[in-house]
């Protein structure tokens, strides 16, 4: 399946993602690709809507603490329900979808969610680190959530000013 990153300011990245009622070969063949272009862009993180599908998919491929990022580690995370949230924590978010820029975004710690695998069996999961992070951001994407929604008016303003810019120099070079 031939798919593209969809970026921002896209308003197909608004759309609010579908529940997955068919675990078929058609998810699994999105699934199949969605994993090469994530890694082949340098990302950790994915849903299908910024590949274009309004569907509640996403997966993650967290490094571990060699910093390798290896297929053994990819979740594949369907239908995701966050059960519990707690405490604070602030990282340094990035996306494919916003390139080349990187905002301090204040999140929960601690999750716990219920989700379904490629095959439709349920599953739960508890996370910290970088991967309670990782799948909170990913999460906000099925609501048409960007983490630059996050920022604070000024830091929004700003962020908007140099991503105009961006755009246009990418358009010129
Ligand atoms: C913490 C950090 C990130 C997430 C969500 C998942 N985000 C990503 O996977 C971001 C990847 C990313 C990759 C980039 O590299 C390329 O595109 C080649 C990148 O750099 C540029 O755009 C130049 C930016 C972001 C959750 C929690
Ligand atoms: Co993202």
């Known amino acids: ?6 970026e921002y300011p896209n308003k197909k990245l608004r759309e609010i993602s579908k529940e997955v009622k068919s675990f078929d070969e058609k998810l699994h063949s999105l699934l199949d690709s969605m994993y090469p272009i ?14 274009a599908h309004a569907i509640r998919v ?6 571990d603490e060699e910093g390798e990022q290896t297929k053994e580690n990819l979740l594949e995370i369907i239908n995701p329900v ?6 604070e924590s ?4 990035g996306c494919l979808s916003v390139p080349k820029f990187y905002e ?3 999140r929960y710690e601690t999750i716990s969610i ?3 695998d490629r095959d439709g069996n349920t599953k739960t999961l508890e996370a910290d680190g970088l991967l309670s992070i990782a799948i909170q951001h990913e999460i906000d994407h099925l609501e048409g959530i960007l983490f630059i929604d996050k920022l604070s008016y000024s830091r929004r303003k700003k962020f908007e000013k140099e991503y105009k810019r961006m755009l246009k120099e990418r358009k010129y070079s």
């Open 58 to 63: 996403l997966i993650l491929n967290i490094p």
């Open 1 to 6: 399946m031939q798919l593209t990153i969809v």
């Open 104 to 106: 301090d975004i204040t």
């Open 38 to 51: 994530m890694i082949n862009t340098n990302g950790i993180g994915l849903a299908a809507i910024q590949v």
């Open 82 to 87: 966050i059960t519990q949230k707690d405490g």
């Open 114 to 116: 219920n989700y379904q």
């Open 90 to 93: 602030v990282y340094q978010e």
